[in-house]
């Protein structure tokens, strides 16, 4: 049960520890403009934080969660990326197939 809350405080270390740190560089005026409007936007926090969750907290549902908040705050930038790549997907798709039925594997 130790080791579980100590892992557990480790995560949430880990996520104040950077968003401190990332905020401290700022007020510093360390951070570049260009990069802390990328940085600082809100819409990045969560997945930032779903990212060090996945990978610190001894259990993923928390970072799964918070990535999945993430992605719904950038779901209309996101749908936007992929209509403009909507237009590749079938001639790429047909170059991937005629690839395999050349170079596949033959018996």
């Known amino acids: 049960m130790a080791s579980k809350k100590k ?14 740190f990332l905020f401290l560089l700022r007020q510093l005026q360390i951070v570049p403009p260009e990069v802390g409007a990328i940085l600082f936007d809100i819409k990045n926090f969560p997945l930032i934080a ?17 990535l999945a908040v993430g992605v719904l705050f950038r779901l209309s930038e996101i749908i ?3 209509k403009n790549f909507s237009e590749f997907i079938l001639p790429v798709l047909l ?3 005629g690839g395999i039925l050349i170079f596949g594997k033959r018996k």
């Open 7 to 20: 892992s557990s405080n480790l995560a949430w270390g880990i996520t104040l520890l950077l968003f401190g």
């Open 50 to 66: 779903g990212v060090i969750f996945l990978f610190f907290h001894p259990s993923s549902s928390i970072g799964i969660v918070l």
């Open 80 to 82: 936007a990326w992929t």
């Open 95 to 97: 170059i991937v197939a």
